[in-house]
């Protein structure tokens, strides 16, 4: 016997790369290439006082979700902020994926899902996509799949697709004794929320994030919308968890990113129209991928393997995402960065692709 028997062993999430190199041009972890809302650093510059951080954060984040409130209207008790959507997300798991009935999710989505369940030695299945990648929605229907939970990215992630709010209230419909997540960390690039959906539902989640369209990835600042009771529910597992977990800047800083919504408008306007130029031009250099509408483009080459391309793309300065996983080994995650990054990426693919056909 060894104390090591009693680890609690999980295989983690792979984040994606981080490098130092100022000079490359990163694609590979969907960040906002635009630096956040001016508002944010006036208080940055301004507001925020050094000393104040002897004293600990407002455990309820109130500047945060009374900017919340307003922006979105929904009352401050159906709202829950946490580290960046990963540790909403967490939060959502923990508190609500309880049964002995595998919570659901697509064969190809966001990673951390099963990590998360492992972690919580929560039982899951993972219902495949189609070929085209589109999520089947009636194997979620509990008479299909009884199931102690739902998670569903919309749009989906790493594949760009979004389906209609329609089609995900039918599983919300056919699953109310079981919670239903919608993960909407891509939603501001041309999707529609599930938002409104919260008023009729009291099993649905929500989840929203800073990190893609607020352009605050940094900042580690997520959401969620829910039912009142499920957001008090929420609310009693965080503070048995850890209760300051917003510090005292990214109460500040997400406030006044919320309030300049011109702003935010402004920069997903201009990455869905870098988006839709670029998927044009993939398509001229023999890309294929599903219709993207979130910040980045899900491609592979009718020619070049996506490991090949993946490496040579990394070799000359430009790092994109790649998964050696089954499915989906051959395809590239780009992320939509400012016309001037896409333009070097666009240049290079079509010397390289010239050059090894
Ligand atoms: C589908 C999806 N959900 C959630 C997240 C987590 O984002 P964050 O923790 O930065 O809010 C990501 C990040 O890439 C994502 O792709």
Same mark, same amino acid.
């Given at each position: 016997?060894?104390?090591?028997?009693?680890?609690?062993?999980?295989?983690?999430?792979?984040?994606?790369?981080?490098?130092?190199?100022?000079?490359?041009?990163? $694609?590979?972890?969907?960040?906002?290439?635009?630096?956040?809302?001016?508002?944010?650093?006036?208080?940055?510059?301004?507001?925020?006082?050094?000393?104040?951080?002897?004293?600990?954060?407002?455990?309820?984040?109130? *500047?945060?979700?009374? #900017? +919340?409130?307003?922006?979105?209207?929904?009352?401050?008790?159906?709202?829950?902020?946490?580290? &960046?959507?990963?540790?909403?997300?967490?939060?959502?798991?923990?508190?609500?994926?309880?049964?002995?009935?595998?919570?659901?999710?697509?064969?190809?989505?966001? =990673?951390?899902?099963? %990590?998360?369940?492992? $972690?919580?030695?929560?039982?899951?299945?993972?219902?495949?996509?189609?070929?085209?990648?589109?999520?089947?929605?009636?194997?979620?229907?509990?008479?299909?799949?009884?199931?102690? &939970? %739902?998670?569903?990215?919309?749009?989906?992630?790493? %594949?760009?697709?979004?389906?209609?709010?329609?089609?995900?209230?039918?599983?919300?419909?056919?699953?109310?004794? =079981?919670?239903?997540?919608?993960?909407? #960390?891509?939603?501001?690039? &041309?999707?529609?929320?599930?938002?409104? +959906?919260?008023?009729?539902?009291?099993?649905?989640?929500?989840?929203?994030?800073?990190?893609?369209?607020?352009?605050?990835?940094?900042?580690?600042?997520?959401?969620?919308?829910?039912?009142?009771?499920?957001?008090?529910?929420?609310?009693?597992?965080?503070?048995?968890?850890?209760?300051?977990?917003?510090?005292?800047?990214?109460?500040?800083?997400?406030?006044?990113?919320?309030?300049?919504? *011109?702003?935010?408008?402004?920069?997903?306007?201009?990455?869905?129209?870098?988006?839709?130029?670029?998927?044009?031009?993939?398509?001229?250099? &023999?890309?294929?991928?599903?219709?993207?509408? #979130?910040?980045?483009?899900?491609?592979?080459?009718?020619?070049? =393997?996506?490991?090949? $391309?993946?490496? #040579?793309?990394?070799?000359?300065?430009?790092?994109?995402?790649?998964?050696?996983?089954?499915?989906? =080994?051959?395809?590239?995650?780009?992320?939509?960065?400012?016309?001037?990054?896409?333009?070097? $990426?666009?240049?290079?693919?079509?010397?390289?692709?010239?050059?090894?056909?």
């Amino acid at each position: 016997m060894s104390w090591e028997e009693n680890v609690r062993k999980v295989v983690p999430y792979v984040p994606g790369e981080q490098p130092k190199d100022k000079n490359i041009i990163k $694609l590979n972890t969907n960040e906002c290439p635009y630096p956040p809302a001016p508002g944010v650093r006036d208080i940055l510059e301004n507001k925020l006082k050094y000393e104040d951080f002897r004293l600990y954060s407002d455990p309820e984040a109130h *500047a945060l979700v009374n #900017a +919340l409130s307003k922006y979105y209207k929904v009352p401050e008790d159906q709202i829950f902020v946490g580290v &960046g959507s990963d540790d909403v997300l967490s939060m959502a798991f923990l508190t609500f994926f309880n049964s002995d009935k595998p919570v659901l999710f697509p064969d190809i989505t966001y =990673s951390f899902y099963d %990590v998360w369940a492992d $972690l919580y030695r929560v039982p899951y299945k993972r219902l495949p996509l189609d070929d085209d990648f589109k999520i089947h929605f009636e194997d979620y229907y509990a008479e299909n799949t009884p199931n102690g &939970g %739902v998670i569903i990215a919309n749009p989906n992630a790493p %594949v760009g697709i979004f389906e209609p709010v329609s089609e995900i209230e039918k599983v919300i419909e056919h699953n109310r004794d =079981s919670i239903v997540i919608v993960d909407e #960390a891509y939603i501001d690039f &041309g999707g529609e929320s599930a938002l409104p +959906l919260i008023e009729k539902y009291d099993n649905l989640l929500v989840v929203q994030t800073f990190s893609k369209s607020r352009a605050m990835a940094g900042m580690r600042i997520g959401y969620a919308f829910g039912s009142k009771k499920l957001i008090r529910y929420m609310q009693d597992v965080k503070f048995s968890f850890n209760s300051y977990t917003m510090n005292r800047p990214s109460i500040e800083l997400g406030a006044a990113a919320i309030e300049d919504d *011109a702003y935010f408008k402004d920069i997903c306007g201009r990455i869905i129209k870098t988006r839709e130029r670029v998927k044009g031009e993939l398509k001229e250099l &023999g890309f294929t991928f599903p219709e993207s509408r #979130a910040n980045f483009i899900f491609a592979k080459h009718e020619k070049i =393997s996506g490991d090949e $391309l993946f490496n #040579a793309l990394k070799a000359a300065g430009i790092y994109v995402r790649h998964w050696n996983a089954d499915r989906i =080994s051959e395809y590239l995650r780009i992320t939509i960065g400012t016309d001037g990054e896409m333009d070097k $990426l666009i240049a290079f693919l079509k010397e390289y692709i010239e050059k090894n056909k």
